[in-house]
Nanobody
Framework: QVQLVESGGGLVQAGGSLRVSCASSGRTLSNYAMGWFRQAPGKEREFVAAISRSSSNTNYADSVKGRFTISRDNAKNTVYLQMNSLKPEDTAIYYC????????????????WGQGTQVTVSS
């Protein structure tokens, strides 16, 4: 069974950068497409970015395109989300998720989730 653990969240000023990571224990992450999602208080969980198993395909929400970059290091069983030019509206709990087929923008298509890491962007 794969367990996903996010890390790297924190408090940052608007315009700053942060990198969150998602590491797996158990089976190798190379068998999974990975996604990052976020959930702000009172809002539904929303898609942020996704990456295919081989890193050949990536997909981003319009709200983060050009500012965020998803990447993965299958040798380290880790997926990253580099967040630049952060805005207060990026404040949320960030979750990584895994699924065994191609990447998806729908959270319901993922069957493995981490516990989340809080990202807070101050104005």
């Amino acid at each position: 069974q794969v367990q996903l653990v996010e890390s790297g969240g924190g408090l940052v000023q608007a315009g700053g950068s942060l990198r969150v990571s998602c590491a797996s224990s158990g089976r190798t992450l190379s068998n999974y497409a990975m996604g990052w999602f976020r959930q702000a208080p009172g809002k539904e969980r929303e898609f942020v970015a996704a990456i295919s198993r081989s890193s050949s395909n990536t997909n981003y929400a319009d709200s983060v395109k050009g500012r965020f970059t998803i990447s993965r290091d299958n040798a380290k069983n880790t997926v990253y989300l580099q967040m630049n030019s952060l805005k207060p509206e990026d404040t949320a709990i960030y979750y990584c998720a895994a699924r065994t087929f191609s990447p998806s923008t729908s959270p319901g298509m993922y069957n493995l989730w981490g516990q989340g890491t809080q990202v807070t962007v101050s104005s």
